[in-house]
């Protein structure tokens, strides 16, 4: 048997382990070592490796791309070092018995690789400490946090108000999540901002007998308009008997809205603003804009970019009395305490890229549609649709 002394290797968990448990003996490898420590090469291996596999792992996956602008290639690779250096670190050699402790490192036999197993101790990838593995998850787990926060913030919200508390502390919870009205005026894109008069919105209905082209022709204003206190169901920025007015900027947005049936017949009604409004708008940062560089400036990019996605989100019908709580107690916020007219979202229905997709609500107020004050839209016209084609897109789910 091979013996390797303490004196062959630098000072280190490992010498010390042979001054521990040697037998003073001669060196095989150093005939100036006598009478010294000593341990088998394969005992020394055997340890070296308990040691090694509890500091060190497979190094976490590297992708880098080319600096080369005109290239496209991607280089993949794994952080740390082949596990040769780190051993040679650790003994302070790289000689013979660097290369005798390696050559006897337990590992999978050819045998067992043969039938599938793998190497442990190979140069496909390299080794890394098991503690800046760790503190790289952390720190990464800890950016994915940070750059999410605020829709992990909302999803707690909307937990609250769902199963909790509905009315304690709850503008505290959204004063904390909102900011200061003042941050939202800021900047060259503001979310915050008042709407011009003479905006062209849009409302859809069903056509059915008691909404037919002679009583349109009559009535539209009042048929096509927000429906009386009486008549007026919940919906994603109010409770119900409290009316708002729910408008599109395109009429194909307010045909998706509806989500008809092949064969319905849809009336569009157009109405035009006639009064400043003030809007907080979820849509500024939209993600289609040419120029985006300067958004990312603005103090409340980042939330009112998570924001637009959960204030859309569709939700199911059967869901809506749930789901639509936060959303209706946000409108009541914004109105009360930012002092809004109306708020603009996404539609989460209309995904054509050439139409506009927004949605607006104008919130609550005795008056919507009026030629003159207190009215804040005017009616214009309406036409109708029928509807003769509807497509999906599904995506694969869970085979059973």
């Known amino acids: 048997m091979t013996k390797v002394c303490s004196r062959c290797l630098q000072k280190g968990p490992l010498r010390d382990w042979i001054q521990e448990v040697g037998s003073d003996d001669d060196c095989d490898f150093d005939s100036t070592h006598t009478g010294v420590a000593c341990v088998e090469v394969e005992e020394l291996a055997e340890e070296a490796d308990r040691w090694f596999q509890n500091h060190y792992q497979p190094g976490g996956e590297t992708v880098e791309i080319d600096s080369d602008p005109d290239s496209d290639r991607v280089y993949h690779g794994t952080y740390g070092q082949p596990y040769e250096e780190i051993f040679a670190e650790e003994f302070g050699s790289s000689g013979d018995v660097l290369q005798a402790v390696l050559d006897a490192l337990p590992d ?172 907080f708008d979820f849509t500024v940062f939209d993600r289609r804009a040419a120029d985006r560089a300067h958004f990312h400036m603005h103090s409340r990019y980042e939330f009112i970019d998570q924001m637009q996605a959960q204030i859309s989100r569709p939700v199911r019908p059967h869901e809506r009395q749930r789901e639509y709580i936060a959303t209706q107690i946000v409108a009541e916020y914004l109105k009360s305490y930012f002092g809004c007219d109306a708020v603009i979202f996404k539609s989460s229905m209309q995904r054509d890229g050439t139409e506009d997709n927004r949605n607006i609500v104008i919130l609550h107020r005795d008056v919507f549609v009026a030629d003159d004050h207190p009215g804040v839209v005017t009616y214009v016209d309406w036409s109708m649709r029928n509807v003769v084609d509807v497509r999906y897109t599904v995506v694969d789910g869970m085979a059973f």
Not at 144 to 155: K, L
Not at 205 to 230: F, K, N, V
């Open 108 to 279: 999978a036999s050819h045998y067992e690789i043969a039938q599938g197993g793998e190497r442990y101790y190979t140069d496909a990838y390299n080794f890394e400490p098991i503690e800046t593995a760790r503190a790289r998850e952390k720190a990464d787990q800890d950016d994915y946090w940070f750059a999410n926060r605020y829709t992990f913030e909302w999803e707690d919200f909307c937990k609250e108000v769902q199963f909790s508390s509905r009315f304690f502390g709850i503008k505290e919870r959204l004063d904390a999540l909102f900011g200061k009205p003042e941050e939202y005026g800021e900047g060259p894109v503001r979310p915050l901002y008042e709407l011009a008069p003479g905006q062209t919105l849009y409302r859809a209905r069903l056509m059915h007998s008691d909404l037919s082209e002679q009583a349109l022709q009559t009535d539209g204003a009042r048929l096509l308009g927000a429906p009386p206190a009486s008549r007026t169901t919940s919906g994603r920025m109010n409770v119900e008997f409290i009316p708002v007015f729910y408008a599109t900027f395109a009429g194909a947005t307010a045909i998706a809205e509806l989500r008809p049936s092949i064969g319905d017949s849809i009336a569009i009604g157009r109405f035009t603003t006639r009064v400043p409004l003030k809007v």
